[in-house]
């Protein structure tokens, strides 16, 4: 990366393009997905990585129609596959696609290394029964998730320690166009999660709907204001790191650069410190729950999802913290059901995303109105609110709501085989949330970072985060789960 | 391509010591917002407790 820290991309053109690309690869593999559900698998020979101790059982086909494939057959096509589309995607992006080909090649196979390690079960099982499945005295506990933690830390190890591989790379570390794919993607995924979740416990909806005020009209007041009045910062800094320590990390953040048209390199740095920040509390709120809130299972469900930023965090957190938790009170006699810490966890989260799109449309409108108007103009036309606008954001829209409309109107053998559609789909996220992992790693020189000011950003995070999200977090949890207890076993 | 040298220097623009003075319509939605989410949250708190069953 010569001498530079982050590397970011052209302005508005470039990232126009990334947006509706974004929704074109992620609306498409979704209706590949569904297309599967009427006739033939047409993408069932995407990899999946299971919990593995030998390396040979680690890689399947998602379907058992590409069982011929093997385990390493399906990475192959999956990466071909990608390479297809993404090389496509290059190129309308203007990126020599010789260069784009050689280092995608590279970013994939690292990427997906390090969410193979990441599976390690030494690394990811989580239950006492997965221990005992596969024989093991010990785990870190950091569920398949782990991987992502994985592909970070090898990227961050990548642009600290071998910036001239860092910068080699470059043509395909593409966090935003990774990222925004996943975002389209996941609006199914989320809207099936919401249907699940609201049949099983309708009563989470008045307590998800605090959640939502509380992260986007609580949390991102405070924090936008410690950001601009006590630290000083920009209007274009603030808005950015107010959504990514309120709302759901990375991607709120890139989709509130996008619409108040902040550099990209805003929400690139402020992406770097959300997953870094998530992934300390991933390893540390967990254990603080199993310790403090072991008695009241959904307020520590409830706590990570508003506390822990990135979904994919936040969903570990909650999976590490539904293990801890009932592990610790079944050793106090209370069986608790299994998944209702997790799912709580989930709930609250799938609230808070949905309402992305709107709080950036808000942000969109009072920036383009007031804050940055246009000379000579009074009010800014509506185009330029749409011009503005995360397009992305539109193809996460269709994707849940096609996917509400969907899951709400079938049932029966057709319920399994959408389900299992959305499922397909996820693995093409997750695949995304990997490369977006190991591309903000890559992107992020720590020591270069430091020396450019990044530790004034930290230090909002850090002050925003531990001294106030995480205690109202806590506090409005409590509020609303006190009491309210995971069915027992049996 | 934007390399980070092209731009301004992050250190530099970061520990400058000129504040951008908030807007009234920052102040605006700053307040806004609390105010709804502190009322909002007050009221579901009620809800909570009148309608535990909800």
Not at chain 1, 170 to 192: F, T, W
Not at chain 1, 265 to 294: D, G, N
Not at chain 1, 366 to 384: C, F, L, M, Q
Request: charged share 10%.
């Amino acid at each position: 990366m010569t001498d530079t820290a982050v590397v970011a991309r052209d302005a508005s053109p470039v990232e126009l393009s990334e947006d509706w690309l974004a929704v074109i690869v992620g609306i498409g593999i979704f209706a590949l997905c569904l297309l599967g559900t009427l006739g033939p698998d047409l993408v069932g020979w995407v990899v999946t990585t299971s919990v593995w101790t030998t390396p040979d059982k680690a890689l399947a086909p998602f379907s058992k129609a590409y069982a011929s494939l093997s385990g390493f057959g399906s990475l192959l096509v999956t990466y071909g596959a990608l390479l297809a589309v993404l090389g496509a995607a290059a190129v309308s992006l203007k990126t020599d696609i010789r260069r784009f080909a050689i280092a995608f090649t590279v970013v994939f196979f690292l990427a997906y290394g390090s969410w193979i390690v990441g599976n390690q079960a030494n690394l990811a099982a989580v239950t006492p029964a997965d221990l005992a499945k596969f024989g093991l005295s010990w785990s870190l506990r950091l569920t398949n998730e782990g991987g992502y933690i994985v592909a970070l830390v090898l990227g961050l190890v990548i642009a600290n320690f071998f910036p001239r591989f860092a910068d080699w790379l470059s043509a395909a570390i593409r966090p935003e166009l990774y990222i925004k794919i996943a975002i389209v993607i996941i609006g199914a995924s989320l809207a099936v999660t919401a249907v699940g979740k609201l049949n099983l416990a309708s009563s989470l909806l008045l307590r998800g709907v605090a959640a939502i005020i509380e992260a986007y009209l609580i949390y991102w007041a405070v924090v936008y204001f410690v950001a601009r009045k006590w630290f000083g910062f920009s209007r274009e800094w603030s808005a950015p790191l107010a959504s990514g320590i309120s709302i759901c990390g990375v991607a709120a953040a890139i989709a509130t650069g996008g619409a108040i048209r902040a550099r990209p390199v805003v929400p690139v740095l402020v992406s770097s410190l959300v997953v870094i920040f998530a992934v300390v509390e991933v390893l540390v709120l967990p254990l603080l729950a199993q310790t403090f809130l072991w008695h009241e299972p959904l307020v520590a469900g409830a706590w990570l999802g508003l506390a822990v930023k990135t979904d994919g965090a936040a969903l570990a957190a909650g999976g590490i913290a539904d293990a801890l938790i009932v592990a610790k009170a079944a050793g106090e006699g209370i069986h608790y059901q299994l998944g209702w810490i997790l799912a709580t966890t989930a709930t609250v989260k799938v609230f808070i995303d949905i309402f992305i799109g709107v709080w950036t449309f808000i942000l969109g409108y009072v920036w383009t109105n007031h804050i940055n108007k246009v000379a000579g103009s009074a009010r800014a036309r509506p185009v330029e609110i749409w011009q503005r606008f995360p397009k992305f954001i539109l193809g996460f829209l269709v994707t849940f709501i096609v996917g509400l409309a969907i899951a709400l109107s079938i049932d029966g053998s057709m319920t399994t085989r959408f389900n299992g559609a959305v499922a397909e789909s996820n693995v093409f996220r997750v695949i995304f949330f990997i490369l977006t992992f190991f591309s903000i790693g890559v992107l992020s020189d720590f020591r270069k970072l430091w020396q450019q000011g990044l530790g004034k950003l930290a230090a909002v995070y850090f002050v925003s985060l531990f001294g106030f999200v995480i205690w109202v977090g806590l506090l409005i949890s409590w509020l609303f789960f006190a009491g309210v207890k995971p069915p027992t076993a049996g | 391509m934007v390399v980070m040298s092209d731009l301004h220097s992050l250190k530099q623009e970061l520990s400058k010591n000129e504040v951008e003075p908030l807007l009234p319509i920052e102040k605006k939605l700053i307040g806004w917002s609390l105010g709804l989410g502190i009322g909002l949250l007050v009221g579901l708190a009620v809800l909570n407790r009148l309608f535990p069953f909800l």
